[in-house]
């Protein structure tokens, strides 16, 4: 059972990630068979590993179709980005007002490390690991509110994380992105609430906008 459930959380993780990357696409087929072949074990884990993705709106079990990367449209996408909006720009006037030096000091220095990714990527994209790797995350965290944190690191999590690297990937936006990221930074580290509540709204709508375009490019193409 453990090495089941071992097997089930690694194919969880590594197929987050490729979600999460675009390298499977929004509307791409999960075969049971495809991941056993390509991960070993059996099917029972590889369905574990499905369902963990469903619950967590990455994967949409369709039927007669199976399951599929999920495929939001703009409509549904602009719903999100509404509430994110809104939740997200209080969690970083919340943050501003109750983040410590420390932690503040650590999100400089995790932007460091996101600045030399994004050199070795050539300012081609701009991915963030999950968590505390994550610079939205730890400012969620750093609100100190945990009605907030559930809501916006939540069920909707990866999801979120998933179109915005879509948007990460738009020409100049990653090191764009990055730039706010670092006035969003000194904002707080200012205590400036105010300054630093406008400047990550100003920044998911601006992802919006990005995200709003790509998907247009990619409908025109299609």
């Known amino acids: 059972m453990s ?21 499977l696409r929004p509307g791409t087929k999960l075969s049971e068979q495809t991941l056993v072949e390509r991960y070993g074990g059996s099917r029972a884990p590889m369905r574990e590993a499905i369902q963990k993705l469903e619950a967590r709106h990455l994967v949409v079990r369709i039927p007669h179709a199976g399951a599929r990367v ?9 719903d999100i980005y509404e509430v994110r909006v809104e939740l997200e720009s209080m969690a970083c006037r919340l943050a501003a007002q ?20 994004i050199a070795a990527e050539q300012g081609q994209s701009y ?10 995350y730890r400012i969620i965290k750093g609100s100190q509110n945990s009605r907030l944190h559930q809501m916006l690191c939540g069920e909707l999590y990866h999801l979120v994380r998933m179109y915005r ?4 990937t738009s020409a100049k936006r990653p090191l764009q ?19 630093a ?9 601006a992802s919006l906008t ?11 193409r299609s």
């Open 3 to 23: 090495e089941a459930l071992t097997l089930a959380d690694k194919v969880f993780s590594e197929l987050t990630t490729a979600i999460v990357r675009g390298e």
């Open 70 to 78: 999920v495929s939001l449209t703009l409509s549904e996408l602009k």
């Open 98 to 117: 109750r983040m410590s030096d420390d932690e503040i000091a650590e999100l400089r220095t995790l932007l460091a490390e996101h600045e030399a990714q």
């Open 127 to 136: 991915y963030q690991k999950a968590g505390d790797l994550d610079f939205h």
């Open 165 to 168: 690297y879509q948007t990460s």
């Open 177 to 195: 992105a990055l730039l706010e990221h670092q006035r969003i930074v000194e904002a707080i580290a200012a205590r400036d609430a105010e300054l």
């Open 197 to 205: 509540e406008l400047l990550m709204r100003r920044h998911i709508q």
């Open 210 to 220: 990005n995200l709003e375009t790509r998907l247009a490019e990619e409908e025109g």
